[in-house]
């Protein structure tokens, strides 16, 4: 099992900015985020595979940007232009797919004030 451990969340106004790390035990051929929003289920954020191929969802596009380093076993989200609706719990992922991931990390709050 691969431990995660992410940081960089809190409370920002809307248009603000802010960036997630998540640091892991090991790789994983994919990894990334998913997040939580209250009353809903967890969702795909943005997922990038060994190699650079990236899932993202269109409500972030434009928006959020993805990024790995192998070397360092992290992955990064830099979040810009926030919004209300981005309040949510980030969770990081990891596995071998991007829409099944097998590896959370504990989650961190991502709250934008309106």
């Not at 960089?8 to 960036?19: D, F, K, T």
């Not at 232009?81 to 990081?92: F, G, H, I, N």
């Not at 596995?95 to 991931?101: D, M, R, T, W």
Request: hydrophobic share 35%.
């Amino acid at each position: 099992q691969v431990q995660l451990v992410e940081s960089g969340g809190g409370l920002v106004q809307a248009g603000g900015s802010l960036r997630l790390s998540c640091t892991a035990s090991q790789n994983s051929f994919s990894m990334g985020w998913y997040r939580q929003r209250p009353g809903k289920q967890r969702e795909l954020v943005a997922m990038v595979a060994f190699g650079g191929s990236k899932d993202i969802s269109d409500s972030v596009k434009g928006r959020f940007t993805i990024a790995r380093d192998d070397a360092k076993r992290s992955v990064y989200l830099q979040m810009t232009s926030l919004k209300p609706e981005d309040t949510a719990v980030y969770y990081c992922a990891a596995g071998l797919s991007a829409l099944a991931p097998t590896d959370w990390g504990q989650g961190t709050q991502v709250t934008v004030s309106s």
